[in-house]
């Protein structure tokens, strides 16, 4: 399905696929250890998975993401890009909020019911070992740049939109209001490793090639 998607998302999730693929990941089917409704997303992702509930029939999915509106769910104070300004104007960043942390509404049976159309907040969750509860994903540092590579190139692409909580931006597209949602910003700088630089830059241009 991925494939079929048009543009800049079809283009940014396929990309990430394709890089990842040979990378000796633990993940499977089941394994949902990180699949909380912690989901940051973008309306360009967002758009996605609201059509498919809406369009296909889903609605008892998409009254389940909303419900969860409902509830204490973590929610950004900045964007990504957001927060790369702020680092390179040496501004300090506003704190994380706290919040309660829930199994993702859209799982369903320890399965994703949005796979092919899940942002790419949860493509970026991958480790090399089995997750278990209480402990944390193991990842190389090269792949932890290059996701945020992917992250800051979706709210580029995705000016004039907001990013937020995927349940949020949900009930934003069924027509609530944009409150506690962020306006997104364009890419500022990099902020990476210097020896990843180089390979991070490489990516950033392929990937903003494609117009929404």
Do not use: W
């Not at 680092?87 to 949005?114: F, I």
């Amino acid at each position: 399905m991925t494939e079929h998607l048009p543009g800049a998302i079809g283009r940014l999730y396929s990309t990430h696929e394709s890089l990842f693929k040979d990378a000796g990941l633990a993940c499977g089917p089941g394994c949902s250890v990180c699949c909380t409704d912690r989901v940051i997303a973008t309306t360009l992702e967002a758009r996605a998975i609201f059509r498919h509930l809406k369009d296909g029939g889903h609605e008892d999915l998409l009254a389940r993401a909303l419900a969860a509106t409902g509830r204490d769910i973590y929610r950004p104070t900045a964007t990504v890009n957001a927060l790369a300004r702020m680092c390179m104007e040496r501004k300090e960043p506003p704190g994380e909020p706290e919040a309660e942390v829930s199994v993702c509404p859209l799982l369903d049976g320890g399965l994703c019911t949005v796979y092919e159309l899940r942002p790419l907040a949860c493509r970026a969750q991958m480790s090399e070992t089995a997750c278990r509860h209480g402990g944390e994903a193991v990842m190389d540092e090269l792949s932890v740049t290059l996701n945020q590579v992917f992250f800051q190139a979706a709210e580029h692409l995705d000016q004039g939109g907001l990013t937020g909580n995927l349940m949020d931006l949900l009930a934003f597209l069924s027509g609530g209001p944009a409150l506690r949602l962020q306006k997104n910003e364009p890419v500022p700088g990099l902020l990476v490793p210097a020896g990843h630089f180089g390979r991070a830059r490489t990516l950033l241009h392929e990937l903003l090639e494609v117009k929404p």
